[in-house]
């Protein structure tokens, strides 16, 4: 599968962006779809995992009722709105997939590009 990620840019605090990740391929609608992201000198952290079918959804702690993740089987495309952004927000945000369970802590074979999110203050 491959992924393409867009829709990052840069926000003030407090407002909204959405991103996007369409996934093509051989049964791109199969696979568990997800957000990661990666803030200068520190490491890649899990953001939000969503299931094949959209019905289970996982966040990272530090972003539970502020980013809403879905997704568009029939556009093989998931979704991030982060909204309530604060400048800790602020990383390259990469979308990931796969079709097997992603394991403790999550490792998705399949990565898109980043797509840069700015948060000023």
């Known amino acids: 599968v491959q992924l393409q990620a867009s829709g990052g840019g840069l926000v003030q605090a407090g407002g909204s962006l959405r991103l996007s990740c369409v996934a093509s391929?051989?049964?791109?609608?199969?696979?568990?779809m997800g957000w990661f992201r990666q803030a200068p000198g520190k490491e890649r952290e899990f953001v939000a995992h969503?299931?094949?079918?959209?019905?289970?959804?996982y966040y990272e702690d530090a972003v539970k009722g502020r980013f809403i993740i879905s997704r568009d089987n029939g556009k093989n495309t998931a979704f991030l709105q982060m909204n309530s952004l604060k400048p800790e927000d602020t990383a390259v945000y990469y979308c990931a997939a796969d079709n097997v369970g992603w394991g403790d802590p999550p490792r998705p074979r399949y990565w898109g590009q980043g797509t840069q999110v700015t948060v000023s203050s």
């Open positions: 969503i299931s094949w079918r959209g019905g289970w959804t």
């Open positions: 391929g051989r049964a791109a609608s199969s696979y568990d």
